[in-house]
């Protein structure tokens, strides 16, 4: 079965870091472009990044440029996000998806003092 | 970047009926790199029509997309009551890859 499971969301104080995983199963990792894109509660979809096969090639959001970090083990057939200078209106959901085409459940961050 | 544009913002069908959604692009999204995905409540988002008119895999014939370059068409025929839910389009032709605001479906 195809499967992408997110961990790592939580709550963060303002100008906090944290590190979203994805973990996927049941297709070749390393053949398939990965994505993150998160939902402000009571909000649409927003494209937040998205990495190649290769790793090689990386786009961001204008909202989270310099900011956050996509990378990619293939070994572990894993896809993270490392966010930092964290801002209230970063709270989302985040899911990961694999092309588009697959979709994780999400995991919650929560940026409040 | 491809601003995308999605009318009606609500639409309020009973079931049985169909549902036309429109989504409009700001340029032309070359090659039909445009998609449809629904959402229910709680749910992650869930792929139905990819390369503007093409179904995604366990999708059901009553969903069709069609359109090209700046305007495109979901079509729900004979809506069931699992239907009912919001209905985003998609493109990915490049980065940033942007999402409509999104159009609601519900009971009447």
């Known amino acids: 079965e195809v499967q992408l499971v997110e961990s790592g969301g939580g709550l963060v104080q303002p100008g906090g870091s944290l590190r979203l995983s994805c973990a996927a199963s049941?297709?070749?990792?390393?053949?398939?472009?990965m994505n993150w894109v998160r939902q402000a509660p009571g909000k649409g979809l927003e494209w937040v990044s998205h990495?190649?096969?290769?790793?090689?090639?990386?786009y961001y959001a204008d909202s989270v440029k310099g900011r956050f970090t996509i990378s990619r083990d293939d070994a572990k057939n894993s896809v993270y996000l490392q966010m930092n200078s964290l801002r209230a209106e970063d709270t989302a959901i985040y899911f990961c998806?694999?092309?588009?085409?697959?979709w994780g459940q999400g995991t919650l961050v929560t940026v409040s003092s | 970047e491809i601003v995308l544009t999605q009318s009606p913002g609500t639409l309020s069908l009973s079931p049985g009926e169909s549902a036309t959604l429109s989504c409009r692009a700001s340029?032309?999204?070359?090659?039909?790199?445009l998609a449809w995905h629904q959402q229910k409540p709680g749910q992650a988002p869930r792929l139905l029509i990819y390369?503007?008119?093409r179904r995604a895999t366990g999708i059901p014939d009553r969903f069709s997309g069609s359109g090209s370059g700046t305007d495109f068409t979901l079509t729900i025929n004979r809506l069931e009551p699992e239907d009912f839910a919001v209905y985003y389009c998609?493109?990915?032709?490049?980065?940033?890859?942007?999402f409509g605001p999104g159009t609601k479906v519900d009971m009447k």
């Open positions: 390369d503007a008119s």
């Open positions: 340029q032309s999204v070359s090659s039909g790199y």
């Open positions: 990495i190649s096969t290769s790793g090689s090639d990386r």
């Open positions: 998806a694999r092309s588009f085409a697959v």
């Open positions: 998609q493109h990915y032709r490049y980065s940033p890859f942007t």
């Open positions: 049941g297709f070749t990792f390393s053949s398939y472009e």
